[in-house]
């Protein structure tokens, strides 16, 4: 009777460690399922990221010398932490005037077809050819096509460079695009099928919506009936890189500037700007995708895709974001 008991006690035991270890390589396995950061190897900057279907996806910029930047990738994952890279979703043999830095891409869904916008060739006056153009495909993952044959945006108007544009769509369906470098900020109408440019009630085409401090790469979204207006400050290639944010009322503002919300940490990476905001649909749940120089480096082109989580406080303020090296936990869609 005692053996047997004592066999009994040992196989409980036994069973009990066996479970406790079940549970620790559990947690350990659920630890691990973070995406850590960068998000996917590479040189990548300038991320432009969304959610189609039940996939998250991230267009970045392929961060290299201008005469290189003739392409774009794109990346999806079902959960934030395992990405598939989708190579040259855009390629400049398929949008004959961009002949080198294409940019900072932006996208949208409509009416069963995807629409890339993207910046190309730098251009320095209204003499050039270049400036802000769309592509079209009926897959997220492309081929994209040029739409127009030409840019869609073409001159330097308020004095912003035609670059570094942003989609939106406001609640009652129009679509708006906010761009600008240089300092300044421009936001204009789309028509109906993205190929051209419909004037403001005043008859006006571009609204120069510059805040304070702005340099480049605006965000729209909304939340809580709150317009929220999130753009880069500083110099792209230096450690002050940052991302600043104004509310408003309306999408006619004013944008105000309240603060910084991104900036480097020099225990974890410099020069963190140019980003993008990804809403989990029907959650009040956000993430930020940014892009920032690793410790050490000092090639300006040496830029990577982050993630961090963005939060916001009781009044609808953005709180700062705390930048890391673990990024964020798998969120499945």
Sequence with gaps: MIKKTVLTALFSSLMFCAWAQQITNHAIVKNKLR???PIFPGWYADPEATVFGRQYWVYPTYSAPYEQQV?????????????????????????????KAIWAPAITKKDGK??????????????????????????????????????????????????DQFVFKDHDGQYYIIYGGWGHCNMAK???????????????????????????????????????????????????????????????????????VLKQDP??????GHHSVIQVPGKDEW?????????????????????DHLYFDANGLIKPVVITQDGVQARKL
């Excluded at 225990?267 to 963190?272: D, E, I, L, Q």
């Excluded at 920032?292 to 082109?301: H, K, Q, V």
Aim: hydrophobic share 35%; aromatic share 12%.
């Design 114 to 163: 995807y629409y890339l916008f993207f910046g190309a060739n730098d251009i320095q006056n209204d003499q050039q050819t270049g400036g802000i153009g769309v592509a079209v495909s009926d897959k997220p993952e492309g081929p994209f096509k040029d739409l127009l044959g030409k840019p869609l945006i073409d001159k330097i108007v308020n004095g912003a460079q035609p670059i």
């Design 287 to 307: 993430y930020i995708v940014y892009h920032r120089r690793p410790l050490n480096e000092t090639d300006g082109n040496h830029r990577v895709t982050c993630i």
């Design 267 to 272: 225990k974890v990476a410099t020069g963190a």
């Design 71 to 99: 392409f774009m990738d794109a990346f999806s994952s079902p959960d934030l932490v395992h990405w598939t890279k989708h190579p040259h979703v855009l390629d400049s043999a398929n949008v004959k005037w961009a002949k």
């Design 35 to 37: 995406s850590g950061n």
């Design 190 to 260: 789309l028509n109906a099928s993205f190929t051209g440019l419909i004037p403001f009630a005043d008859g006006t085409v571009y609204k120069s919506i510059t805040p304070k401090d702005y340099t480049e790469g605006p965000v729209l979204f909304t939340r809580k009936n709150k317009y929220y207006l999130m753009w880069s400050e500083g110099g792209w290639t230096g450690p002050n890189y940052r991302v600043a944010y104004a509310m408003a009322n309306s999408i006619d503002g004013p944008f105000e500037r309240i603060g910084v």
